[in-house]
């Protein structure tokens, strides 16, 4: 692998470790779970990144904020998504859009002083 990383990946670790060691690095870490739809899924990181009300609830609004989060303090971020699979057994299509726009979103993040990057974590507590 290469020295760059990739900004939404799957991790082996618990969601509680991927946090621990978001914290230790100086990142502010939150932890989403699980989205059984794409409107579950737009909640879940409006309520995480606390989204301010102008955000839209569509997949361009999710990238254009994702791209900016000038609201929060800079700094990195590191969003752990708990439960990937449940929206990708319920509806594919939009789990494979939600990567797409997760990526899209933390790519654009990189300029932002707020570098994003988004790992999908097996369970909550698990080890």
């Known amino acids: 692998m290469s020295g760059r990383r990739t900004a939404v990946r799957r991790v082996r670790r618990s969601a509680a470790a991927v946090v621990a060691d978001a914290e230790r690095r100086g990142a502010a870490a939150v932890v989403l779970g699980p989205a059984a739809s794409k409107a579950e899924l737009l909640d879940e ?3 995480a990144l606390e989204f301010p009300g102008w955000v839209g609830r569509n997949w ?5 904020a994702l791209g900016d989060l000038s609201w929060l303090p800079a700094g990195e971020k590191v969003v752990v998504w708990v439960g990937a699979d449940v929206l990708r057994t319920r509806q594919p299509a939009a789990y494979r859009t939600a990567l ?7 790519t654009r993040s990189t300029v932002s002083g707020r570098p994003l990057t988004v790992l999908l974590a097996r369970s909550a507590e698990d080890p």
């Open 45 to 47: 990181f409006a309520r």
């Open 60 to 64: 361009d609004a999710l990238a254009d």
């Open 100 to 106: 797409d726009v997760l990526g899209d979103g933390a």
